[in-house]
């Protein structure tokens, strides 16, 4: 069964500190990634990383708060999120290619996975 597991979601105080994690089973992910709803809005882009992990790339809104990894040999992904915000109060979602690819942009449909989500709340 191919799956996308996130965790470590939660609620944080403006200018905290949270991890979040992915972990990757049933099928080798290629490229892979966060993107984030919040409420009333449409899910947008977060991060995603290459295979070997030697690209990375950010939305704009995050860049120098986020830091995306992976860890090859466990299948998982994490982003690192500081400094954060009530506006990046969202649910956030893992995804990965199943085949090989060296996209890492922000088209969620070139993704062919989705995790379930998991919840990230910031309080002011």
């Known amino acids: 069964q191919v799956q996308l597991v996130e965790s470590g979601g939660g609620l944080v105080q403006a200018g905290g500190s949270l991890r979040l994690s992915c972990a990757a089973s049933?099928?080798?992910?290629?490229?892979m990634g966060w993107f984030r709803q919040a409420p009333g809005k449409e899910r947008e882009f977060v991060a995603a990383?290459?295979?070997?992990?030697?690209?990375?790339n950010y939305a704009d809104s995050v860049k120098g708060r986020f830091t995306i990894s992976r860890d090859k040999a466990k299948n998982v992904v994490s982003l690192q999120m500081g400094s954060l915000k009530p506006e990046d109060t969202a649910v956030y979602y893992c995804?990965?290619?199943?085949?090989?690819?060296?996209?890492?942009?922000?088209?969620?449909?070139?993704?062919?996975?989705w995790g379930q989500g998991t919840q990230v709340t910031v309080s002011s």
């Open positions: 990383i290459s295979w070997n992990g030697d690209r990375t």
């Open positions: 049933g099928r080798t992910f290629y490229s």
């Open positions: 995804t990965g290619k199943t085949y090989y690819s060296d996209y890492i942009g922000s088209q969620e449909q070139r993704y062919d996975y």
